[in-house]
């Protein structure tokens, strides 16, 4: 069973923080790595995607990832109350898999 | 807009009846996916159709049946509705032509509460 792996949280980080939201993976073939972020009451929005090992970066997003530890994180410079939400991790199995499987997620709360 | 959607975006029914949420894609995708979403917000996939075609069938009972007139819309038709059938239905869709990573896209989603 390919499981994916979140503190559920809540974080909770003041304005202007950085926050860090962690994610594991048990499946150790899989190749492609996603953060979506998923508002109350809304759908999830893919804000990250992430290949290969090291960290990738957008904007104020910086999503790292590390094969050998099957760990994939997503850090939020500046945090903003407009970032308050939960956000899920999603893995890829491996390249012509159609199959996405998500972790739980993690609630965001950024405190003004 | 380019996007995904879906209709009705709220659905109100009585246990025991039939109902159908459609989703259409204009994003040129080949992939589309039933995603359920329970009250603790868990995200499952139900099905998945590439190309008209049904790729993934996860253990969903058979009163779900999934239908794909065409690579831009798949619809899902649930009969005999239960009350454990409440949850919000997204859509997604993604493209496996130009990348291997299967980005995936997700509609707006459908609230089915049965009564």
């Known amino acids: 069973q390919k499981e994916v792996e979140q503190n559920s949280g809540p974080l909770s980080v003041p304005e202007g923080a950085i926050a860090s939201l962690n994610c594991t993976y048990s499946d150790r073939g899989s190749q492609s790595f996603f953060w979506y972020r998923q508002y109350s009451g809304k759908s999830p929005e893919l804000i990250m995607s992430?290949?290969?090992?090291g960290d990738k970066e957008d904007g104020r997003f910086t999503a790292q990832l590390n094969k050998a530890s099957q760990y994939v994180s997503l850090l939020i410079r500046d945090s903003q109350p407009s970032d308050s939400a939960t956000y899920l991790c999603a893995v890829n199995p491996g390249a012509g898999s159609y199959q996405l499987t998500f972790g739980k997620g993690t609630k965001l709360s950024v405190i003004p | 807009d380019t996007a995904v959607s879906q209709t009705p975006k709220y659905l109100v029914t009585q246990m025991g009846n039939d109902k159908s949420i459609k989703c259409e894609q204009n994003?040129?995708?080949?992939?589309m996916y039933w995603y359920k979403q329970d009250s603790k917000k868990f995200l499952k996939i139900m099905f998945s159709y590439n190309n008209k075609e049904l790729i993934i069938n996860e253990t969903v009972p058979n009163r779900f049946s999934p239908k794909s007139p065409d690579k831009a819309h798949l619809n899902l038709h649930i009969n005999s509705l239960e009350l454990g059938d409440s949850a919000v239905y997204f859509c997604?869709?993604?493209?496996?032509?130009?990348?291997?990573?299967?980005?995936?896209?997700f509609g707006p989603g459908t609230r089915l509460t049965v009564l």
């Open positions: 992430i290949y290969s090992n």
């Open positions: 997604a869709s993604s493209t496996t032509s130009g990348s291997p990573y299967n980005e995936q896209f």
């Open positions: 994003l040129g995708h080949d992939t």
